[in-house]
C-alpha cells in the first residue's frame, strides 16, 4: 500500500532567529564631556581674542598719523643785530677806547645764545656788556654794549668800508659763527672814531 502525503510546509527564506536592533548611542556626560565642552569653549575665546588684537594691529597701522612739528632754523636765520650809537672816549689814553651800542634780535619763539661777539681787525680789541655768553630771549631783543680798544694804530683800519662783526650763536638746532655788516652809519662811525683816537696818538 503506497502511502503518499504532505509533510509540514517549511518557511520560506532564513529560519533563523533576527539579532536585536544595536542599542542607539547615549550622549556622554562623563568628564570626558566636560572636558571636550571646556576645549571647545576655550579655543573660541582664543580666535577671538586673536581677532580683536588683529583689528587692534590693523587700526593702529593705518590710521593717520600727526605731521611731525618743522625743524627748527640755525640761529644766524633766526637772529639779527642792529647798530644803535657809538661814542669816543679816553683818546688820550695810552690804550683809545670808544664804545658802540648794538641790538641783538630774534624772530623765532625759541631763545638764542651770544656765544661770544669779535672783530677782523688786528689792532683792534674788543669786549662786550654784559659779558658773553648771554642770552636773548624767543621773540624779544637785548641792547649789547661793545667796547673796542685801539691796541695798535697803525694796524687798525682808517677808513672801514664795510666793517662787519663776528658772532658766533646757539640755539636748540646748532652752533652757528657768523658775520654781520651791521651798515653804512656804523661804518661811517668807526672810520670817525677810529680817526679821533688815532689821531690825537699822532700829534
Same mark, same amino acid.
Given at each position: 500500500?503506497?502511502?503518499?502525503?504532505?509533510?509540514?510546509?517549511?518557511?520560506?527564506?532564513?529560519?533563523?532567529?533576527l539579532d536585536?536592533p544595536?542599542?542607539?548611542?547615549?550622549?556622554?556626560?562623563?568628564?570626558?564631556?566636560?572636558?571636550? /565642552?571646556?576645549? /571647545?569653549?576655550?579655543?573660541?575665546?582664543?580666535?577671538?581674542?586673536?581677532?580683536?588684537?588683529?583689528?587692534?594691529?590693523?587700526?593702529?597701522?593705518?590710521?593717520?598719523?600727526?605731521?611731525?612739528?618743522?625743524?627748527?632754523?640755525?640761529?644766524?636765520?633766526?637772529?639779527?643785530?642792529?647798530?644803535?650809537?657809538?661814542?669816543?672816549r679816553?683818546?688820550?689814553?695810552?690804550?683809545?677806547?670808544?664804545?658802540?651800542?648794538?641790538?641783538?634780535?630774534?624772530?623765532?619763539?625759541?631763545?638764542v645764545?651770544?656765544?661770544?661777539?669779535?672783530?677782523?681787525?688786528?689792532?683792534?680789541?674788543?669786549?662786550?656788556?654784559?659779558?658773553?655768553?648771554?642770552?636773548?630771549?624767543?621773540?624779544?631783543?637785548?641792547?649789547?654794549?661793545?667796547?673796542?680798544?685801539?691796541?695798535?694804530c697803525? /694796524?687798525?683800519?682808517?677808513?672801514?668800508?664795510l666793517?662787519?662783526l663776528?658772532?658766533?650763536?646757539?640755539?636748540?638746532?646748532?652752533?652757528?659763527?657768523?658775520?654781520?655788516?651791521?651798515?653804512?652809519?656804523?661804518?661811517?662811525?668807526?672810520?670817525?672814531?677810529?680817526?679821533?683816537?688815532?689821531?690825537? /696818538?699822532?700829534?
Open positions: 500500500m503506497a502511502v503518499s502525503g504532505i509533510g509540514p510546509v517549511e518557511p520560506d527564506g532564513d529560519t533563523r532567529p536585536p544595536p542599542d542607539a548611542p547615549h550622549p556622554r556626560s562623563g568628564p570626558s564631556a566636560r572636558t571636550t /565642552r571646556r576645549h /571647545r569653549r576655550t579655543a573660541a575665546a582664543t580666535l577671538l581674542a586673536l581677532a580683536v588684537l588683529a583689528g587692534g594691529a590693523l587700526l593702529h597701522f593705518t590710521r593717520p598719523r600727526p605731521e611731525p612739528p618743522p625743524e627748527s632754523r640755525f640761529p644766524s636765520q633766526t637772529t639779527s643785530f642792529r647798530y644803535l650809537y657809538m661814542q669816543v679816553d683818546t688820550g689814553a695810552r690804550s683809545p677806547e670808544f664804545e658802540f651800542t648794538i641790538q641783538a634780535l630774534t624772530e623765532s619763539d625759541a631763545p645764545t651770544v656765544l661770544g661777539i669779535s672783530q677782523p681787525y688786528a689792532g683792534l680789541s674788543l669786549t662786550s656788556r654784559p659779558t658773553t655768553p648771554l642770552r636773548v630771549n624767543g621773540g624779544g631783543s637785548r641792547k649789547i654794549a661793545v667796547t673796542v680798544r685801539v691796541t695798535e697803525g /694796524r687798525a683800519p682808517r677808513n672801514a668800508g666793517p662787519f663776528d658772532v658766533t650763536l646757539r640755539n636748540a638746532r646748532a652752533k652757528e659763527a657768523h658775520s654781520y655788516i651791521l651798515g653804512a652809519r656804523y661804518a661811517r662811525d668807526l672810520s670817525t672814531a677810529l680817526e679821533v683816537a688815532c689821531g690825537n /696818538r699822532n700829534r
